[in-house]
Nanobody, 124 residues
Framework: QVQLVESGGGLVQTGGSLRLSCTAS????????MGWFRQAPGKEREFVAA????????LYADSVKGRFTISRDNAKSTLYLQMNNLTPEDTAVYYC?????????????????WGQGTQVTVSS
């Protein structure tokens, strides 16, 4: 059974930073691309960032480019999202997801396993 568990969400003021983590079952992590998505109330789930199985390729949504950094530690089966200079528009539930292939994509339908999500709230 594939399990993805996010952590690190919370309440932060505008301009602040948070680091999200996603821990995965070891057998389900190292050979697969991983992604972060988010969903705000009343909105569809949207792509945030993705990283290839070997951490050589990354992709970011335009809205987070230059502020967020995705990374992974395959030895620890952990995915990270460093979020800097946060704004209220970043408020959402953040999900990590595993893609069943090594290459990166930005569509939710390309990902087959999802975590339960972690809430990020940015106050103005």
């Amino acid at each position: 059974q594939v399990q993805l568990v996010e952590s690190g969400g919370g309440l932060v003021q505008t301009g602040g930073s948070l680091r999200l983590s996603c821990t995965a079952s070891r057998r389900t992590f190292s050979g697969y691309a991983m992604g972060w998505f988010r969903q705000a109330p009343g909105k569809e789930r949207e792509f945030v960032a993705a990283i290839s199985s070997l951490p050589g390729s990354t992709l970011y949504a335009d809205s987070v480019k230059g502020r967020f950094t995705i990374s992974r530690d395959n030895a620890k089966s952990t995915l990270y999202l460093q979020m800097n200079n946060l704004t209220p528009e970043d408020t959402a539930v953040y999900y990590c997801a595993r893609r069943g292939y090594s290459g990166i994509r930005d569509q939710p339908r390309e990902y087959d396993y999802w975590g339960q999500g972690t809430q990020v709230t940015v106050s103005s």
